[in-house]
């Protein structure tokens, strides 16, 4: 048995924010109907296409183990099926422009007067403020949520994340604000909304850069770079790769870095595994000179220190690396490219990355599910194709015969 068993989702939302959530609910096992506009589905299937008149694989990669249904909405019929369909289900999950909804005249109030144990969840782009009824995409969300402003190096310009912290991140939330207000609604019958902002699941993830802000007021940041010698301004600056964790740490060259863009380890010279560190590199001479042998001795130093760490650093390979400092615990890390994230066995072996085979494109790779669960494990199945299962839901769900379904399709109404 899956752990969501049972759970019938109305998926009206798009794009990559509301997949996100409702392909977690999936993955969990609950029944994903997702609604789609006649003829054209969701805007997705047809962006950054690698294949021509293939759903694209930003469309697959958010939409594995759902139902498709294509609903006219803006027809009288389609607006019926869509009240039968809310009736039936546990969860109602969009990610429309602000007010959308109450516009096709399905407010939160008529909603709950169809059916009152249902959950109505949403992602918008900002809450309740002077930017509520703003559009917002990912790169929007990170500017807006405190990542951009605090990411980069200091004498560069503001930098996007290449992790979708935003779209992701949010869905993310709706996710678990869904599975929370089912746990609630056991004990009190009701349905509830559950409204995810953007802006919020942003700054959410950009906490310590709001711890920063807090410490700036009391003194200099003594952990970014900017000390001892830079200057700070009001606001919490950008660090480049510094840790956000309070323990200093760097991105630093490795062999081959002159033609592998990636041939870079992250080092972090955590106080108590330094003297390993040192060590290591063939500077025990540090651990005997008090200008090195102590945390606040090598702080205002952090520079020179990891540019001694990288021409260690560049004799050897990542990897080579790895396997030196991990056994003495020095927290380290490679950078890893997608190639070598796709290609990595252990991935595949846990399900964090899959293939899929799909009818019109063939196989493919995806993430899988990030959450594993000892008794509801995840099979990944393949996105749906446009409108797949229309039929096969409007028979199940609202128990039409064939010939009515039929009468719908010559209305326009699916």
Same mark, same amino acid.
């Given at each position: 048995?899956?752990?969501?068993?049972?759970?019938?989702?109305?998926?009206?939302?798009?794009?990559?924010?509301?997949?996100?959530?409702?392909?977690?609910?999936?993955?969990?096992?609950?029944?994903? +109907?997702?609604?789609?506009?006649?003829?054209?589905?969701?805007?997705?299937?047809?962006? %950054?296409?690698?294949?021509?008149?293939?759903?694209? %694989?930003?469309?697959?990669?958010?939409?594995?183990?759902?139902?498709?249904?294509?609903?006219?909405?803006?027809?009288?019929?389609?607006?019926?099926?869509?009240?039968?369909?809310?009736?039936? #289900?546990?969860?109602?999950?969009?990610?429309?422009?602000?007010?959308?909804?109450?516009?096709?005249?399905?407010?939160?109030?008529? +909603?709950?007067?169809?059916?009152?144990?249902?959950?109505?969840?949403?992602?918008?782009?900002?809450?309740?403020?002077?930017?509520?009824?703003?559009?917002?995409? &990912?790169?929007?969300?990170?500017? @807006?949520?405190?990542?951009?402003?605090?990411?980069?190096?200091?004498?560069?310009?503001?930098?996007?994340?290449?992790?979708?912290?935003?779209?992701?991140?949010?869905? %993310?939330?709706?996710?678990?604000?869904?599975?929370?207000?089912?746990?609630? $609604?056991?004990?009190?019958? $009701?349905?509830?909304?559950?409204?995810?902002?953007?802006?919020?699941?942003?700054?959410?993830?950009?906490?310590?850069? %709001?711890?920063?802000?807090?410490?700036?007021?009391?003194?200099?940041?003594?952990?970014?770079?900017?000390?001892?010698?830079?200057?700070?301004?009001?606001?919490?600056?950008?660090?480049?790769?510094?840790?956000?964790?309070?323990?200093?740490?760097?991105?630093?060259?490795?062999?081959?870095? &002159?033609?592998?863009?990636?041939?870079?380890?992250?080092?972090?010279?955590?106080?108590?595994?330094?003297?390993?560190?040192?060590?290591?590199?063939?500077?025990?001479?540090?651990? &005997?000179?008090?200008?090195?042998?102590?945390?606040?001795?090598?702080?205002?130093?952090?520079?020179?220190?990891?540019?001694?760490?990288?021409?260690? *650093?560049? @004799?050897?390979?990542?990897?080579?690396?790895?396997?030196?400092?991990?056994?003495?615990?020095?927290? #380290?890390?490679?950078?890893?490219?997608?190639? &070598?994230?796709?290609?990595?066995?252990?991935?595949?072996?846990?399900? *964090?990355?899959?293939?899929?085979?799909?009818?019109?494109?063939?196989?493919?790779?995806?993430?899988?599910?990030?959450?594993?669960?000892?008794?509801?494990? @995840?099979?990944?199945?393949?996105?749906?194709?446009?409108?797949?299962?229309?039929?096969?839901?409007?028979?199940?769900?609202?128990?039409?015969?064939?010939?009515?379904?039929?009468?719908?399709?010559?209305?326009?109404?699916?």
């Amino acid at each position: 048995m899956k752990a969501l068993e049972g759970v019938r989702v109305l998926d009206m939302t798009h794009v990559q924010s509301g997949p996100t959530g409702t392909q977690l609910l999936a993955w969990f096992g609950a029944d994903v +109907i997702k609604v789609e506009r006649p003829g054209s589905g969701d805007a997705t299937r047809g962006q %950054l296409r690698d294949i021509p008149e293939v759903d694209s %694989l930003y469309f697959t990669m958010l939409n594995h183990n759902k139902r498709s249904i294509t609903l006219n909405t803006k027809s009288q019929k389609g607006q019926e099926i869509f009240s039968e369909l809310i009736e039936s #289900c546990d969860v109602l999950a969009e990610n429309f422009a602000p007010g959308a909804l109450d516009r096709m005249g399905f407010s939160w109030q008529r +909603i709950q007067e169809i059916n009152p144990r249902i959950i109505y969840a949403s992602v918008k782009g900002f809450g309740p403020g002077p930017y509520q009824d703003c559009k917002v995409y &990912e790169n929007v969300a990170q500017c @807006t949520g405190g990542e951009a402003s605090t990411t980069g190096f200091d004498d560069g310009p503001p930098t996007i994340t290449g992790a979708q912290i935003g779209d992701s991140g949010t869905g %993310l939330n709706m996710a678990l604000g869904i599975v929370t207000a089912l746990f609630q $609604r056991e004990k009190t019958g $009701r349905g509830q909304r559950v409204e995810c902002a953007m802006q919020d699941g942003v700054l959410n993830l950009c906490r310590v850069k %709001l711890r920063d802000q807090q410490r700036l007021s009391r003194g200099p940041l003594t952990e970014y770079p900017q000390y001892p010698n830079g200057e700070f301004g009001d606001a919490t600056p950008r660090a480049g790769n510094a840790s956000g964790g309070g323990q200093p740490g760097w991105v630093v060259k490795c062999r081959g870095w &002159e033609s592998d863009p990636n041939s870079y380890i992250y080092v972090i010279a955590q106080a108590a595994s330094f003297e390993h560190l040192a060590c290591a590199i063939g500077r025990e001479d540090w651990l &005997e000179d008090p200008e090195w042998n102590t945390p606040k001795a090598r702080l205002p130093k952090l520079g020179q220190m990891f540019d001694e760490i990288e021409k260690w *650093t560049t @004799t050897l390979t990542k990897f080579e690396i790895m396997a030196i400092l991990n056994p003495l615990d020095v927290p #380290c890390g490679p950078v890893l490219s997608m190639k &070598e994230l796709a290609d990595e066995p252990s991935l595949r072996a846990t399900g *964090t990355v899959v293939e899929v085979d799909h009818p019109a494109r063939g196989k493919y790779l995806t993430v899988g599910n990030p959450i594993k669960l000892s008794e509801s494990a @995840t099979t990944v199945t393949r996105s749906p194709l446009l409108g797949e299962h229309t039929d096969e839901i409007l028979r199940e769900i609202l128990g039409l015969a064939n010939d009515q379904i039929a009468a719908m399709r010559s209305e326009g109404a699916v």
